[in-house]
């Protein structure tokens, strides 16, 4: 029987570890044939805002290229390439949410949706994990 | 019989809402379930022996299993011999396999 996980996130990019771990685990879910959802509340709907660019350091004066600097966008990304058929990996954010902040510019793949979509989501997994902010 | 996994997050010099977490867990082991703790992020700080004000002692006596991520292990330059020894290390792919188990109930803290 196949595997459906259901994340949901809710912290802005750079904010806390969490979303690190959280990407760790669709990752692994994903490289297990494990299909994801994630859908992405309040400030976690700007994880995947198209016009983040990486920076130098002026402190340490580094280049961009020197600097490597990760974009959540860029995190995204990737975990979407490698959901991309099966596993699937569907990433959803709030509408809502998404209009409050402007963030409507998003990566290819992204899709809008609402609370009623993250029940649907949830209610077809075999497990949900909430990462809420506190 | 249910499954339980938490997973602590929280640092227990920053949070003392870790105990509470720690009643939870073992509370619901003695009442039968599966329950395993998972140690993430500055959760992990509690693993070390020298930490006094860890809760682990409480998980151990009551029987929950404590696994504590091996990369936030690494992170933060903890050595294996600073270890709780009942407290074994584990990577974010046992984690997947804990919370899509058939009767599991993930809980993030």
Known sequence: MEKRLTIALMDAPYEKAATTTAMRIVSAALKKG???????????????MKDQVPHANPVKGTTVEQEEHPTTKEFVRSLLELGKSNPQLT????????????AIN????????????????????????????? | MSNY??????????????????????SLKKRGNNVTVFLVQ????????????????????????????????RERGIQSGE???SVKTASIDQLV??????????VWH
């Open chain 1, 34 to 48: 494990i299909h994801v959802n994630v859908f992405a509340y309040e400030g976690a709907v700007t994880l995947a």
């Open chain 1, 91 to 102: 990433w959803v954010n709030c509408g809502l949410c998404v209009d409050e902040r402007g």
């Open chain 1, 106 to 134: 998003v990566i290819d793949g992204v899709k809008r949706g609402s609370p009623a979509d993250f029940l649907k989501m949830a209610s077809e997994s075999t497990n949900t994990l909430v990462i809420p902010t506190r």
């Open chain 2, 5 to 26: 996994v938490f997973i602590e997050s929280r640092d227990p010099f920053e949070s003392a809402d870790t105990s509470f977490l720690a009643d939870t867990a073992a």
């Open chain 2, 42 to 73: 500055n959760g992990v700080l509690a693993a070390r022996r020298q930490a006094r004000k860890s809760s682990l002692p409480q998980l151990f006596e009551s029987g929950v299993t404590v696994l504590a991520d091996e990369f936030s292990i």
């Open chain 2, 83 to 85: 270890f709780h020894t």
């Open chain 2, 97 to 106: 396999d804990l919370i899509v188990q058939e009767n599991t109930k993930a």
